[in-house]
T-cell receptor, first 115, second 114 residues
Framework: AQKITQTQPGMFVQEKEAVTLDCTYD???????LFWYKQPSSGEMIFLIY??????QNATEGRYSLNFQKARKSANLVISASQLGDSAMYFC????????????FGQGTTLQVKP | DGGITQSPKYLFRKEGQNVTLSCEQN?????MYWYRQDPGQGLRLIYY???????QKGDIAEGYSVSREKKESFPLTVTSAQKNPTAFYLC?????????????FGNGTRLTVT
């Protein structure tokens, strides 16, 4: 069963606008962590933001924020004031306490920022 | 600078040959991981190691082998039994294998087998 689902294969956003990348997950473990990574065309994986299942507030890191809706099992990434350098592939990932060794990734969303 | 080094960046091999991908980290991280990425796809876990001299199979371990004799090193061997070895391979590490511990990645090795 797919544990991490990213339903948007590709997205476009105008420079300086905000964009939301969707992520839903499936777990029965009450303790888990959710991560977002950015992968530019060079291939490196860049860690962006983390949200713990017990965190009361949504995580924020600069222009990145995570819209965490626990009951709906969604962890959407919001990028504010998009820049051309934000064009990349974005991955949502989850780590469960049951299997802490494993970080499971979604299929990714390709974001293109238009000037 | 601390980080994860994967070498080489590009690797070409003939079908039927085993090939070993190098991964070294100087972050003093306990846990290390190998992922495979196919074009336009997400990352799939091959093997992971939470401590030295111990490792576990991930979701797609068939045709691969690893060793973890030193904390800093986690080499991956792609054997001739791997049916579709051409892919982008990413090594990663984390301070520990905990829920709140992010993975830090190397720059990857692109393996082409013909």
């Amino acid at each position: 069963a797919q544990k991490i689902t990213q339903t948007q294969p590709g997205m476009f956003v105008q420079e300086k606008e905000a964009v939301t990348l969707d992520c839903t997950y499936d777990t029965s473990d009450p303790s888990y962590g959710l991560f977002w990574y950015k992968q530019p065309s060079s291939g490196e994986m860049i860690f962006l933001i983390y949200q713990g299942s017990y965190d009361q507030q949504n995580a924020t890191e600069g222009r990145y924020s995570l819209n965490f809706q626990k009951a709906r099992k969604s962890a959407n990434l919001v990028i504010s004031a998009s820049q051309l350098g934000d064009s990349a592939m974005y991955f949502c990932a989850m780590r469960e306490a049951f299997t802490t060794g494993k970080l499971i990734f979604g299929q990714g969303t390709t974001l293109q920022v238009k000037p | 600078d601390g980080g994860i080094t994967q070498s080489p960046k590009y690797l070409f091999r003939k079908e039927g040959q085993n090939v070993t991908l190098s991964c070294e980290q100087n972050l003093n991280h306990d846990a290390m991981y190998w992922y495979r990425q196919d074009p336009g796809q997400g990352l799939r876990l091959i093997y992971y190691s939470q401590i030295v001299n111990d490792f576990q199979k991930g979701d797609i371990a068939e045709g691969y082998s690893v060793s973890r004799e030193k904390k800093e090193s986690f080499p991956l061997t792609v054997t001739s039994a791997q049916k579709n070895p051409t892919a982008f391979y990413l090594c990663a590490s984390s301070i520990q294998a905990a829920v709140n511990s992010p993975l830090h990645f190397g720059n990857g090795t692109r393996l082409t087998v013909t």
